[in-house]
């Protein structure tokens, strides 16, 4: 029984050694400020020295695609907001298909040209390295607390052009083969195998998520993200369509409408076991990256290699510097990350591993796919936040660059105090010293408490991140002492589930009105002896709502819209004391930008069509004030 079990226990082991592997490192990056993607790519290089099994490259790849690509696709797309991608799908689908069959061909045409290669098995090559994997890069950026929107172009571009490249590389592979090419024959297949992966994944996701709409439990409704995820991938590659494509359409569609008709608890379960699932896919398939390459093809062709960087990076600068300019405000600074941010990953790398050896040249392709790779995560990655930061990708403001000093000033400074104040307790320094001591050093906190609050209150993003913080934290406390009480048996399941559900809707709430907050624990009230009305972009909301709430008024918001361009807006009543309509309309400046908006249609009086996009500059906020008799609040 025991020699019989024993191979599975080789596996578990292997298993077990490899996780570890992956939270040491992640550690070990978090502490070096460097993306643990890097990382767990030079430990699997490191681990090649150790002796082992041979590893049989098609089995690796299987593993890649079918067990470890599904999860990082599905949570990725899960996330991705209908309403974020919608903004730039025109852009991201002329990366993801135009743009990766241009890198195909000149990928390709640059490496027949450069090296002894012939153009079928380089056209291989051109569409195994044309998918883009900015895992360690969006990683970076949410440390970074990049913008939104750079990191939907990335995850975006990435999504599309891992399903259009497995396409693409199918029919080079078949070409190369038989040497035989068809354009209509390429085009009918690239349609038929591209759009059946998405059709299925949208029946597939439109199904799982009615289903999800009629079940409050959060593991059963876990498992059946998990069975989508899984499911639409196999069943696609059954129908003979895309099945990373399936998986891509039926994240997307399950992340904008499953969360819908899930709990609160749901919720917070569902995209906490992505997380987690994601992490475990890309720790494990990066260590595999670096345990399948081999060193000593990779010096044997470095003269390949070499061209096929150049060849890489070139056929980059051109789909991101040329299709660009049909994006709407993409500014150079964000050009250049997206060019530097096209790294290759776990794709490419399963196609690598999939070229038949009949096929000319195919130790050079692996050797130049591999080259390849570790160029862009070693080199690109590694040096993303050094590029970010010198582009200034997160502009911080001064105010914000203040509070930090401030507040860590007085966090070491009570952290002195509190040291002080146990070595007296222990007998270490004198009663006599630490009456003396402790005097100053509590006037030199509050001195250092009265400059923290000072700064918070002249500017209203740090005081509501400080604030969403804060609430947050307090809210998870809340959910640790109800499962103590569950444990300890003080409170019944079903009282539990109750609690612990509001306490996860409050966890998820998205737009907290922080002038209800704050207002909720404030009896003393104004008299309030005028109305504004203030007409603002929906995106300004949160930091207007901030900025009135700092100085004490009464807020009530009402989604509207209006104007040709047929934009959300929000109409603000604010209630105004005697003498603060001046200083209310300042803060309104303040927190309301002004953002160039698109006219893309024409007006209705007129049948003539726009030659092009018509700038209009919208903002910041549209005011109307008048007198008001009695002023009650319900």
Not at 96 to 119: C, F, K, Y
Not at 379 to 400: I, P
Request: hydrophobic share 50%.
């Amino acid at each position: 029984m025991i020699e019989s079990l024993s191979p599975i226990l080789r596996v578990e082991e292997i298993i077990i050694s490899l996780l570890l592997i992956s939270a040491l490192v992640a550690i070990a990056a978090n502490r070096l400020r460097i993306p643990y993607t890097v990382g767990l790519v030079l430990i699997g290089l490191a681990l090649t020295i150790v002796p082992r099994q041979e590893i049989d490259s098609q089995d690796v790849s299987t593993i890649i695609m079918a067990l470890l690509v599904p999860p990082l696709v599905f949570e990725a797309a899960f996330h991705l907001r209908l309403d974020d991608l919608r903004r730039d799908l025109g852009f991201i689908l002329l990366l993801a298909i135009p743009g990766m069959i241009l890198t195909t061909v000149m990928v390709g045409g640059v490496v027949s040209w450069g090296t002894d290669i012939a153009l079928a098995p380089a056209m291989v090559f051109g569409a195994l390295i044309a998918a883009t994997d900015p895992v360690a890069v969006v990683a970076l950026f949410r440390r970074l607390g990049a913008p939104k929107r750079l990191q939907v172009l990335l995850e975006g571009e990435s999504l599309f052009n891992d399903g259009t490249a497995i396409v693409m590389f199918g029919m080079m592979v078949a070409i190369a083969e038989t040497g035989h090419f068809s354009l209509t024959e390429s085009l009918t297949q690239f349609l038929r195998v591209a759009g059946g992966g998405a059709l299925v994944g949208i029946v597939l996701g439109m199904l799982i998520s009615q289903l999800i709409g009629r079940i409050d439990d959060p593991l059963v409704e876990t498992t059946l993200t998990t069975v989508l995820a899984f499911g639409s991938y196999v069943i696609a590659e059954l129908l003979g369509v895309s099945g990373v494509l399936a998986v891509v359409a039926a994240g997307i569609l399950n992340g904008n409408v499953g969360p819908s008709g899930m709990s609160a608890t749901t919720r917070v379960v569902v995209f906490n076991f992505w997380e987690y699932f994601a992490f475990l896919a890309n720790s494990l398939i990066f260590l595999v990256i670096g345990l399948v390459i081999d060193i000593h093809l990779l010096f044997e062709n470095w003269e390949a290699i070499g061209v096929a960087i150049l060849a890489v990076l070139g056929a980059r600068a051109v789909s991101i510097y040329g299709f660009s300019f049909f994006g709407k405000n993409i500014s150079w600074k964000w050009r250049h990350i997206l060019y530097w941010g096209g790294l290759r990953g776990a794709i490419s790398l399963a196609l690598t591993l999939t070229i038949p050896a009949a096929i000319a040249g195919s130790e050079s392709l692996k050797a130049m796919a591999f080259g390849v790779v570790l160029f862009t995560l070693l080199v690109q990655g590694f040096s993303m936040d050094w590029l970010s930061r010198k582009l200034k990708l997160v502009e911080r403001s001064h105010m914000q660059e203040e509070y930090e000093r401030r507040h860590a000033r007085f966090v070491a400074s009570r952290s002195g105090y509190e040291y002080l104040q146990r070595l007296s307790r222990q007998g270490l320094i004198s009663e006599h010293t630490w009456q003396r001591l402790s005097k100053i050093l509590e006037r030199q906190n509050q001195t250092l408490v009265d400059a923290v609050r000072d700064v918070i209150t002249s500017n209203p993003s740090v005081e509501a991140e400080e604030l969403d913080t804060a609430r947050r934290e307090a809210l998870r406390a809340q959910r640790t002492a109800l499962t103590g009480l569950l444990r300890d048996g003080v409170i019944s399941e079903e009282n539990y589930s109750q609690l612990v559900g509001e306490v996860d809707a409050a966890l998820t709430e998205q737009g907290l009105v922080w002038s209800e907050l704050l207002q909720a624990g404030n009896s003393s009230m104004l008299p309030v002896d005028q109305m504004m009305a203030a007409v603002i972009q929906e995106p300004d909301l949160e930091s207007a709502l901030n900025a009135l709430t700092k100085m004490g008024l009464t807020v009530i918001h009402l989604p509207s819209s209006g104007g040709f361009l047929a934009r959300r807006n929000v109409t603000l009543l604010i209630g105004l004391p005697e003498g603060r309509e001046q200083a209310a309309v300042q803060a309104l400046q303040r927190s309301c930008r002004k953002r160039v908006e698109y006219l893309s249609e024409p007006f209705r009086e007129s049948h003539l069509p726009l030659a092009a996009p018509i700038p209009v500059t919208v903002g910041g906020a549209t005011i109307f004030t008048f007198e008001v008799e009695s002023y009650e609040e319900f």
